[in-house]
């Protein structure tokens, strides 16, 4: 129905900035939200960030990723972009994006993973 592709990910430099891209085919007009989540190793998947892809382009941000995370989109080339900026050690995870609505993400990517070293 939807797929989703994660790219970007790779070697950042601690402090420095990564943007990963989400890029949607299939039935791209059918989800209301996209979101971007990250789970690292040892720990449980957690919710980074969402965004509207149809109705408009409210986004929604966990507490502890509000300030640096940054979530847009470009709807007519089915793309969604996290910027995650002032990269930490703490951010080294695999970044999963998914397509559902409200908390109920039924398609999800394979991940990009975020590796930041010194």
């Known amino acids: 129905q939807v797929q989703l592709v994660e790219s970007g990910g790779g070697s950042v430099q601690v402090g420095n900035s990564a943007t990963l891209t989400c890029l949607i085919s299939?039935?791209?007009?059918?989800?209301?939200?996209i979101g971007w989540f990250r789970q690292a190793p040892g720990k449980a998947r957690e919710f980074v960030g969402s965004i509207t892809w149809r109705g408009g382009a409210s986004t929604l941000y966990a507490d502890a990723m509000r300030g640096r995370f940054t979530v847009t989109k470009v709807y007519a080339r089915n793309t969604v972009f996290l910027r995650i900026d002032r990269l930490q050690f703490d951010d080294t995870a695999i970044y999963y994006c998914a397509a559902g609505n409200g908390a109920k993400y039924t398609n999800w990517g394979q991940g990009t993973q975020v590796t930041v070293a010194s």
């Open positions: 299939g039935r791209t007009d059918t989800p209301y939200l």
